[in-house]
């Protein structure tokens, strides 16, 4: 076997050794933050354990966006790797929001938004791509791409109208808060459903859940 020959196993070997320490954390930390998020949905807001739950679901999900992205770039899955950021800025919004009682952004806030709507773009070029070549899974892109960009204009209009305060900005906490639980759902059913068609376990949870959304954010303004 020739250098390179040698250089690529060894690579290959690494890379095998990575993902093998990465994937159980991975799901160890999708595990916390789903079951955090139940606690934080399910407790009275404003309350130690509710903020507590929600600090452990937002760390979770550092967690799961630090060790999603080097397996994403692994396995050479650029559809992962956008909806790593887009699941992510979701959750960081959230907690901003939470933090955030002038509702004035900071510099990491305008990053975060520029990437959002960056990756919703790069979702929209990849659907082109799969529709191209018949891969189910550009619905999937072409939604997730929708309302990432949506949910990262939004965020951007209030911040730039300083309109993040009040009422309106716990709404927009519990927002990408419950949003960032819908990816997290989804990862789960996407793991171990399988189903046909093939992007239905992607979709299903944002249609079930969206309208739960909708209706908090009803209330919470009523």
């Known amino acids: 076997m020739c250098e390179g020959g040698y250089n690529l196993y060894f690579f290959n070997i690494q890379q095998n050794l990575i993902m093998e320490y990465l994937l159980p954390i991975h799901i160890l930390a999708g595990t ?29 999900m550092v967690c799961i966006f630090l060790t999603a992205l080097p397996m994403s770039i692994i396995n050479k899955e650029i559809f992962l790797f956008l909806v790593a950021f887009f699941s992510f800025y979701l959750a960081f919004a959230g907690r901003r929001f939470a933090q955030n009682r002038k509702g004035k952004a900071s510099i990491v806030d305008w990053i975060a938004l520029g990437l959002v709507i960056s990756a919703g773009l790069g979702m929209w070029v990849l659907a082109i791509f799969y529709y191209m070549e018949n891969n189910s899974h550009y619905i999937t892109l072409t939604t997730f ?11 951007y209009k209030t911040y730039k109208q300083q309109e993040v305060t009040g009422k309106k900005r716990i709404a927009k906490h519990l927002t990408n808060m419950l949003a960032g639980t819908i990816a997290v759902v989804t990862a789960v059913l996407v793991v171990n459903v399988d189903t046909e068609p093939q992007w239905l376990p992607w979709i299903l949870p944002t249609v079930i859940l969206v309208p739960l959304i909708i209706w908090w954010n009803w209330k919470i303004m009523k």
């Open 145 to 155: 791409g929708f309302i990432a960009i949506a949910v990262g204009y939004t965020d």
């Open 32 to 60: 916390i933050a789903l079951l955090a998020a139940a606690f934080a949905i399910c407790s009275e807001k404003g309350k130690k354990i509710h903020i507590t739950a929600g600090r452990t679901y937002y760390w979770g």
